[in-house]
């Protein structure tokens, strides 16, 4: 039997949730064009749409808020932050952003031109959006176990540096950004490895391809590789995560992941002409240098939990209960993405739902039968989140997968949320066969899952 993992902290203030009836439930999904995301937070009972700002702040992150120095520019909670960022990431120069898609959008001005290729282990779909929007073709280079969603290799979100060459080869002086991302949001948080990073990264310098880590869960990467990674067993996550971004040209990071904030982010950089390039386009987009879209007190209570977010015994807790999800629904016979990652349990809803074609968006459809059935909300990412024009003919291209994610907030809910949740997905596999699929109403749009409705087919 495994160890009993308590978590490192304890719950000093509750907020009420509750299961609505079923006929409320009902309606709401109804008025919310049977998209979850556009359903209200009061209607949903556990809500595992995101981990993205959804996190419990601590009772140091709770008093640095009262800390904050409202100065527009060279606060005390920026000094603080920048102090953190630099001892975090090794990295001298700091920009603060509001999330992590401000840094998106201040890198790819500064580094993205129209024509370009820019790979990426597997990018988001912001990232893959952002990419675009400057008319550049975002490209995923991950290891075919990545994309396997049997296949129990340890880091399943490497890079396979054989197709990384080919895609240079392809495209002649267009590849000059690499995004890799720690860990892979899409396919469950599979870690990268470290000797993949230093490959990536000597890959990279050979090239002239500026190397950006996409930082979102980085202290979760650092954890699975002190655990996974032969010659990295046992060493802080604090260590492993500088090293890696030893190996890079620059950092993005929303901290609304690991930085167990609400709000913020950053972007962060080795070279002063990379500051340079970037500084006009942050101070444009999101505010002075010194805030960068923040209150005060937002960058006091990122400063805090960017070093919470490194100690290794919350990562524990963090990441058990994370496997906790996947072992329930691994054992119930669900299909779901293997191994555990950092942050989230991916069932495949394409599998769940066989008996739908992907035109009737088995994704989408199992995550408003689940919320139908349960109060439980988690996201579809699939063909819809994924669709992207194809580059030669503009045509409209689902991607890769047909996915439920259950992602877990840090420090939120406790395991009988979980179990809860679990049952429920147990329960509609019991009687997976009644769930219908759904419509899109409307044309499709840019980032269509956020705001799409859609009708029972
Ligand atoms: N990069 C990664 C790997 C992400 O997962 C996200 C967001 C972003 C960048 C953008 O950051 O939301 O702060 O602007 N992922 C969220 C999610 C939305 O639910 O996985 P943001």
Redesign the pocket.
Known sequence: MERTRPEPWRVKSVEPIRLVPRRDREAALQAAGHNVFRLRSEDVFVDLL????TSAMSSSQWAGLQEGDEAYAGSRGWERLERVVRGVTGFPHVLPVH????A?TVYCRAFVEPGDVVLGNLH?D??RAHIRNRGALPVDVVVDEGLDPDDPSPFKGNVDLARAERVVAEHPGRARLFVL?LTA?TNGGQPVSLENVRAVSSFCRRHGIRLLI?A??FAENAFLVSEREDGQRGRLPADIALEAFSLADGAAM?A??DGLVNVG?FLALREPEDLEACRPWAILYEGFVTYGGMAGRDLEAMARGLEEGLDPAYLVARIGQVRFLHGLLSDAGIPVLRPPGGHSVVVEAGRFLDHLPRELLPAESLAAALYLHAGVRA?GLGGLAFSEPDPETGEMRPGPWELLRL?VPRRVYTDNHLAYAAEAVAELWAKRAEIGGLRPIGPPTELPHFTATFEPA
């Open positions: 995101t981990d993205s700002g999330q992590g898609r401000g998106e988001f912001t990232t991302t949001n996409d979102a869960r929303s609304k992941k982010g996201v992602a």
